[in-house]
């Protein structure tokens, strides 16, 4: 005869495995599938089969319902129920934020004026992080909305633990010559809380390590970032591994060949105007922006320099005023083709500034550099004190060999050994700014490494003049959805 169990037996799990199979509808079945298949694709881009083992979670959050993630719903009180809906729908969206800003694009402000006219101080950016390729989070645990500091509390917004090695993921090219990117700053890997411009590095050099550590009242702590927390930087790739830079009178030459320039490439200029002539129209046609429209003093123990470099003079012997600022070709012509311009003179940019790298770059200028070796993977140098100046930080700080030196006999040790060579495990950049005079670039602090990669900006998706009131032309509508790389 066949046994059935009475009312009174408590079912086994297999049991109750099919009842919630059979009790669920439809529609979650449908819902499952559909989130299931977007899983099991990402997880084979990711390339780390392990993760499938969430696929776990993903069945019983849809189907079998044995963690109680939503015990909130049963709940006679009000009050927590309205609460938890909330928590619940604000947890959803910054998991759903964190996955789209890690691994298909998140937006971006440009904050200065080193990429313009390319592109504006105000414009926000959508980048895409999957042209390059996505990174594989390195810090993986900190607030999606933010990149390292929590405004008004000032705290940090990420953990120094865990720390993941870099994986970058399939992408859909490779950084060209002429892209702009969007990369972390490198010499931002130090920094001091309250002073972040200059850089920690420019800090040390101008003052010294004991007044930037030995200060907290006007620097802070000094403390480092990880990879993927420093600060966001946009630049154009100027510089691909593997190849030598020159630049000669602003013009750069990459293996001894000539490079066009980009399109809206700016320089500084001094131009003078009869009585200051132009009105706040014309200012904005010629696309000066107020902190550009800067007025060279004039004493009248200048005038003789004035009058040499072709500038013109008042009978009383005062100077028309003589304006600095940064110009494009288009400008340029459109400054030559108005009658209350009197003269056009390129700024000379012969002052002499640290540059990058220290002790090599001794009589280089912004606009006569180099010329310069970019490393590339897998490529090995020979470990003269010159390459030393040039690749130590490359080696120390970006591919981790923190025992790593130069003694007084001139030979370098590696991990603590003697070592003649050295191969580059990573490639890396050199990256310019279009205003490049007023751009703190490669030129300055040096290379950027692959792993600092973060994408390239798609579109602009709206942006702001911080000259003027939002109702009255602050909304630069022509810029709405326009193309981020307008060189490419």
Same mark, same amino acid.
């Given at each position: 005869?066949?046994?059935?169990?009475?009312?009174?037996?408590?079912?086994?799990?297999?049991?109750?495995?099919?009842?919630?199979?059979?009790?669920?509808?439809?529609?979650?079945?449908?819902?499952?599938?559909?989130?299931?298949?977007?899983?099991?694709?990402?997880?084979?881009?990711?390339?780390?089969?392990?993760?499938?083992?969430?696929?776990?979670?993903?069945?019983?959050?849809?189907?079998?319902?044995?963690?109680?993630?939503?015990?909130?719903?049963?709940s006679k009180n009000k009050?927590?129920?309205?609460?938890?809906?909330?928590?619940?729908?604000?947890?959803?969206?910054?998991?759903?934020?964190?996955?789209?800003?890690?691994?298909?694009?998140?937006?971006?402000?440009?904050?200065?004026?080193?990429?313009?006219?390319?592109?504006?101080?105000?414009?926000?950016?959508?980048?895409?992080?999957?042209?390059?390729?996505?990174?594989?989070?390195?810090?993986?645990?900190?607030?999606?909305?933010?990149?390292?500091?929590?405004?008004?509390?000032?705290?940090?917004?990420?953990?120094?633990?865990?720390?993941?090695?870099?994986?970058?993921?399939?992408?859909?090219?490779?950084?060209?010559?002429?892209?702009?990117?969007?990369?972390?700053?490198?010499?931002?890997?130090?920094?001091?809380?309250?002073?972040?411009?200059?850089?920690?590095?420019?800090?040390?050099?101008?003052?010294?390590?004991?007044?930037?550590?030995?200060?907290?009242?006007?620097?802070?702590?000094?403390?480092?970032?990880?990879?993927?927390?420093?600060?966001?930087?946009?630049?154009?790739?100027?510089?691909?591994?593997?190849?030598?830079?020159?630049?000669?009178?602003?013009?750069?030459?990459?293996?001894?060949?000539?490079?066009?320039?980009?399109?809206?490439?700016?320089?500084?200029?001094?131009?003078?105007?009869?009585?200051?002539?132009?009105?706040?129209?014309?200012?904005?046609?010629?696309?000066?922006?107020?902190?550009?429209?800067?007025?060279?003093?004039?004493?009248?123990?200048?005038?003789?320099?004035?009058?040499?470099?072709?500038?013109? +003079?008042?009978?009383?012997?005062? %100077? &028309?005023?003589?304006?600095?600022? @940064? #110009?494009? =070709? $288009?400008?340029i012509e459109r400054l030559?083709?108005?009658?209350? +311009?009197?003269?056009?003179?390129? %700024? &000379?940019?012969?002052?002499?500034? @640290? #540059?990058? =790298? $220290?002790?090599?770059?001794?009589?280089?200028t912004r606009a006569d550099?180099?010329?310069?070796?970019?490393?590339?993977?897998?490529?090995?140098?020979? #470990?003269? =004190?010159?390459?030393?100046?040039?690749?130590?930080?490359?080696?120390?700080?970006?591919?981790?060999?923190?025992?790593?030196?130069?003694?007084?006999?001139?030979?370098?040790?590696?991990?603590?050994?003697?070592?003649?060579?050295?191969?580059?495990?990573?490639?890396?950049?050199?990256?310019?700014?279009?205003?490049?005079?007023?751009?703190?670039?490669?030129?300055?602090?040096?290379?950027?490494?692959?792993?600092?990669?973060?994408?390239?900006?798609?579109?602009?998706?709206?942006?702001?003049?911080?000259?003027?009131?939002?109702?009255?032309?602050?909304?630069?509508?022509?810029?709405?959805?326009?193309?981020?790389?307008?060189?490419?």
């Amino acid at each position: 005869m066949q046994q059935t169990r009475t009312d009174n037996t408590k079912p086994t799990f297999a049991d109750d495995f099919r009842r919630r199979l059979k009790e669920t509808k439809v529609t979650r079945w449908i819902r499952f599938t559909i989130v299931a298949l977007i899983f099991i694709a990402w997880v084979a881009w990711l390339g780390s089969w392990w993760v499938l083992i969430f696929l776990l979670l993903l069945f019983d959050i849809y189907i079998t319902g044995y963690i109680p993630l939503t015990w909130w719903k049963k709940s006679k009180n009000k009050t927590v129920k309205s609460v938890m809906s909330w928590v619940d729908a604000i947890v959803y969206a910054l998991v759903l934020v964190y996955f789209v800003f890690t691994f298909v694009g998140q937006n971006y402000q440009i904050p200065s004026s080193s990429l313009e006219k390319s592109l504006l101080v105000g414009d926000y950016l959508w980048v895409n992080k999957m042209a390059y390729g996505p990174r594989v989070p390195m810090t993986p645990v900190h607030f999606p909305l933010v990149q390292n500091t929590f405004p008004i509390i000032n705290t940090k917004s990420y953990t120094d633990f865990p720390q993941w090695k870099y994986k970058r993921l399939k992408g859909l090219g490779n950084v060209e010559r002429g892209d702009i990117v969007v990369f972390n700053f490198p010499a931002g890997d130090t920094v001091t809380t309250k002073v972040t411009n200059p850089d920690y590095y420019t800090l040390v050099a101008m003052l010294g390590r004991f007044a930037v550590h030995n200060n907290k009242e006007q620097f802070g702590d000094v403390i480092y970032r990880p990879v993927d927390r420093r600060e966001n930087y946009v630049k154009r790739a100027v510089g691909l591994p593997g190849e030598r830079i020159k630049i000669v009178d602003g013009v750069i030459y990459i293996n001894g060949e000539r490079q066009p320039q980009p399109e809206n490439v700016q320089f500084n200029y001094f131009y003078q105007l009869r009585d200051g002539a132009f009105t706040e129209k014309d200012w904005d046609d010629l696309g000066i922006s107020v902190a550009d429209r800067n007025i060279v003093p004039v004493d009248r123990n200048d005038v003789q320099s004035v009058v040499a470099n072709g500038f013109a +003079v008042n009978p009383d012997g005062s %100077v &028309p005023p003589i304006y600095a600022s @940064p #110009l494009t =070709p $288009a400008m340029i012509e459109r400054l030559k083709a108005d009658s209350r +311009v009197t003269h056009i003179m390129q %700024v &000379p940019a012969t002052e002499q500034v @640290p #540059l990058f =790298p $220290a002790g090599i770059s001794d009589g280089w200028t912004r606009a006569d550099y180099g010329e310069l070796w970019i490393p590339e993977k897998g490529a090995t140098i020979k #470990l003269t =004190p010159e390459a030393w100046a040039t690749y130590n930080r490359c080696i120390r700080n970006y591919e981790g060999h923190n025992d790593a030196y130069i003694d007084g006999t001139g030979t370098v040790y590696i991990d603590g050994k003697p070592a003649e060579t050295y191969t580059f495990e990573m490639d890396y950049y050199f990256m310019m700014g279009d205003n490049r005079d007023n751009s703190a670039d490669s030129r300055y602090w040096g290379f950027v490494p692959e792993d600092h990669i973060v994408g390239k900006p798609w579109k602009v998706l709206i942006s702001f003049d911080k000259d003027k009131s939002l109702f009255n032309g602050g909304i630069r509508w022509n810029r709405v959805f326009k193309n981020a790389n307008p060189d490419k």
